[in-house]
Structure formats: structure tokens, C-alpha cells
């Protein structure tokens, strides 16, 4: 069939057979999508075996979560991100620090506190580098934006998130910072650890068929939000890692790679109540002003809450 033959199909599937009330926007979304696909099969020869396979995968990627996973690790999310920054350019929208990918791991209602936060429970201090991690809130005149929330997330040493990896206690490695009077937030942690898709699951399995690894670097996750101001998704990697710019969901960007300081003096160590050398973090958020002028940064989609 010819590309014509095949949009005239899909209209007498999808469009010539409502007789009810039509919601025209999904209608378009699925007529585009259902003629690309048809599209697709015949341009490639799918045959019916190829075209079932693809059917039973995606009801295997949804049944097991992974399909958040999967948009991570074929760029979906990263394109989404892309057009986001094209479309805050195209408004004027200059400056802020750089978003990139939020993740399938994000809980709501992790424990607020203000100006600082413990984010560990404590049960890989021995074992992991202690972090801290401190810096401020600005507003696009470089103002610091004190009362901003700071939400933190990250894996712990053997690359879990808690929620997810019962064996964790509630919200480790999880928290909410409002920021002081000064605009400043601070967090003491462990340094995480980079992860890699789970081995048997359905992401991992195409990548594999691509030739590709499942690998992500150490990173931390954060919204920031403040009233009138464009919420902000990113995340910082943790420089020196293997993987820093072989992320397998692409999220690494310029901008978001602070030094790493290791702290080793005596008076330091004993300042931060520790016996040991720790590692200390510097980093500030920009956020820009909200307008009308761009789409919004509020992504509505389904996430864990406990």
C-alpha cells in the first residue's frame, strides 16, 4: 500500500466510524500515530509474528513497570526535554540552570524540613562516602529565593531507591528542603552509586538486541520549585564516574557535573561531627521567572507516593 492508501485507511478505521462525541485532539494523536505505525509495518515488511512479538513486549513492559525505563533509554524523555528547551528559546527564556530527565523514581511527600536535611538512614555510613551537598536558590536576576523547595532523590550503594527496594527504611535517600532566609539549602548524605536496568527485564533485553548497555552514572535527582517561578527538573552526576557521559538515558548535560571536593582536614571532619574524610558538593539552582509565553514546566503524569 502507498502512504495515501494507507491515511485513507486509517481515516475509515478511526475517523469515518465515530458517531459519538469526538474528544479532536486525541483523535488526532491517534489517527498520526496508527497511520505512522501501519506505515511502518509495510515500509519494513513486519510480518504478523514480528507485529504480535511487538504487542506482547509492551504488555510485558507495562505489566512490569519498565515502561518509564524504556522511554529513559530510548530518548523519549531526553527529546521531550529538547523541545522543552526549544520552545523556552523560541520565548526568550535564557539562562537557568539546565533541566534534564526526572525518571520513572520519584515518590511524592518525602519529609520537609528547612535549610538542611539528613537524607540517609544511616545504615551505609560506614561503608559509603559521606556527602554533604549545599548551595542556593536563585531567581533569574541572580536574587537568592528564600521559602524555594528543594526535593532530593538518589539511589543508595548498591543502586536501589528506596520505595522500590523494600529492604529500605520509608523515604531514605528521599527528602524536601525549604530553602532559608538566604535562599540557602543544604543536605548531608552518602555518595550513591550509578545503576544499571534490571538485567532479565524488557528494557534491558531491546538493548541488548541494539548492541547497547543498561548503564546510568551516580546522580542526584531534584525538582526546586518556587511561587512564580518555572519548575525546574535536573539532576547533578557525579564527576569521575565511568559512565558520566555514557548514560544510557542520555540525561548527562553540561552545566550539571560540579567538582566533587574531597575534605580531609582534621578540623573539618571534626566540625561536621565525623571521624572520617568526607565529600562536599557546591551547587546553586537558577530558576526562571513563569510566563504564559512558553508551554508549562508541570508535567502531569502518574508517580509513587507512600
Same mark, same amino acid.
Given at each position: 500500500?502507498? &502512504?495515501?492508501?494507507?491515511?485513507?485507511l486509517v481515516?475509515s478505521?478511526?475517523?469515518?466510524?465515530?458517531?459519538?462525541?469526538v474528544?479532536?485532539?486525541i483523535?488526532?494523536?491517534?489517527?498520526?500515530?496508527?497511520?505512522?505505525?501501519?506505515?511502518?509495518?509495510?515500509?519494513?515488511d513486519l510480518?504478523?509474528?514480528e507485529?504480535?512479538?511487538?504487542?506482547?513486549y509492551?504488555?510485558?513492559?507495562?505489566?512490569?513497570?519498565?515502561l518509564?525505563?524504556l522511554?529513559?533509554?530510548?530518548?523519549?524523555?531526553?527529546?521531550?526535554?529538547?523541545?522543552?528547551?526549544?520552545?523556552?528559546?523560541?520565548a526568550?527564556?535564557?539562562?537557568?540552570?539546565?533541566?534534564?530527565?526526572?525518571g520513572?523514581?520519584?515518590?511524592?511527600?518525602?519529609?520537609?524540613?528547612?535549610?538542611f536535611?539528613?537524607?540517609d538512614?544511616?545504615?551505609?555510613?560506614?561503608?559509603?562516602?559521606?556527602?554533604?551537598?549545599?548551595?542556593?536558590?536563585?531567581?533569574?536576576?541572580?536574587?537568592?529565593?528564600?521559602?524555594?523547595?528543594?526535593e532530593a532523590?538518589?539511589?543508595?550503594?548498591?543502586?536501589?531507591?528506596?520505595?522500590?527496594?523494600?529492604?529500605?527504611?520509608?523515604?531514605?535517600?528521599?527528602?524536601?528542603?525549604?530553602?532559608?532566609?538566604?535562599g540557602?539549602?543544604?543536605?548531608?548524605?552518602?555518595?550513591?552509586?550509578?545503576?544499571?536496568?534490571?538485567?532479565?527485564?524488557?528494557?534491558?533485553?531491546?538493548?541488548?538486541?541494539?548492541?547497547?548497555h543498561?548503564?546510568?552514572?551516580?546522580?542526584? &535527582?531534584?525538582?526546586v520549585?518556587?511561587?512564580? &517561578?518555572?519548575?525546574?527538573?535536573?539532576?547533578?552526576?557525579?564527576?569521575?564516574?565511568?559512565?558520566?557521559?555514557?548514560?544510557?538515558?542520555?540525561?548527562?548535560?553540561?552545566?550539571?557535573?560540579?567538582?566533587?571536593?574531597?575534605?580531609?582536614?582534621?578540623?573539618?571532619?571534626?566540625?561536621?561531627?565525623?571521624?572520617k574524610?568526607?565529600?562536599?558538593?557546591?551547587?546553586?539552582f537558577?530558576?526562571?521567572a513563569?510566563?504564559?509565553?512558553?508551554?508549562?514546566?508541570?508535567?502531569?503524569?502518574?508517580?509513587?507516593?507512600?
Amino acid at each position: 500500500m502507498t &502512504h495515501n492508501e494507507i491515511d485513507a485507511l486509517v481515516k475509515s478505521f478511526i475517523v469515518d466510524t465515530a458517531s459519538g462525541e469526538v474528544n479532536s485532539r486525541i483523535q488526532q494523536i491517534v489517527v498520526r500515530l496508527t497511520s505512522d505505525l501501519f506505515k511502518a509495518i509495510e515500509d519494513l515488511d513486519l510480518s504478523p509474528t514480528e507485529v504480535w512479538k511487538g504487542l506482547e513486549y509492551f504488555a510485558e513492559a507495562g505489566a512490569t513497570h519498565e515502561l518509564g525505563l524504556l522511554a529513559a533509554g530510548l530518548g523519549l524523555e531526553r527529546f521531550v526535554d529538547i523541545r522543552m528547551d526549544e520552545a523556552e528559546a523560541k520565548a526568550g527564556i535564557t539562562g537557568g540552570t539546565p533541566r534534564t530527565i526526572e525518571g520513572p523514581l520519584y515518590v511524592a511527600g518525602a519529609p520537609k524540613s528547612e535549610g538542611f536535611a539528613r537524607m540517609d538512614d544511616g545504615t551505609e555510613a560506614d561503608q559509603g562516602e559521606v556527602l554533604f551537598m549545599q548551595g542556593t536558590v536563585y531567581d533569574a536576576d541572580g536574587k537568592p529565593l528564600p521559602g524555594a523547595q528543594v526535593e532530593a532523590w538518589h539511589a543508595n550503594l548498591m543502586g536501589n531507591y528506596s520505595f522500590f527496594d523494600k529492604s529500605q527504611s520509608h523515604f531514605n535517600l528521599r527528602r524536601t528542603i525549604i530553602t532559608d532566609a538566604n535562599g540557602r539549602y543544604q543536605f548531608r548524605s552518602i555518595m550513591p552509586m550509578g545503576y544499571g536496568c534490571p538485567p532479565q527485564g524488557t528494557t534491558q533485553r531491546l538493548l541488548n538486541l541494539l548492541g547497547r548497555h543498561g548503564r546510568r552514572p551516580a546522580h542526584i &535527582h531534584f525538582f526546586v520549585t518556587a511561587p512564580g &517561578h518555572r519548575k525546574l527538573t535536573t539532576q547533578i552526576n557525579i564527576d569521575g564516574d565511568e559512565y558520566l557521559w555514557d548514560d544510557f538515558a542520555f540525561a548527562s548535560r553540561e552545566g550539571l557535573v560540579p567538582t566533587v571536593n574531597r575534605i580531609s582536614d582534621a578540623a573539618e571532619i571534626d566540625q561536621k561531627g565525623l571521624q572520617k574524610p568526607f565529600a562536599s558538593i557546591d551547587f546553586d539552582f537558577s530558576l526562571n521567572a513563569e510566563t504564559d509565553a512558553a508551554p508549562t514546566t508541570i508535567v502531569e503524569r502518574k508517580r509513587a507516593s507512600a
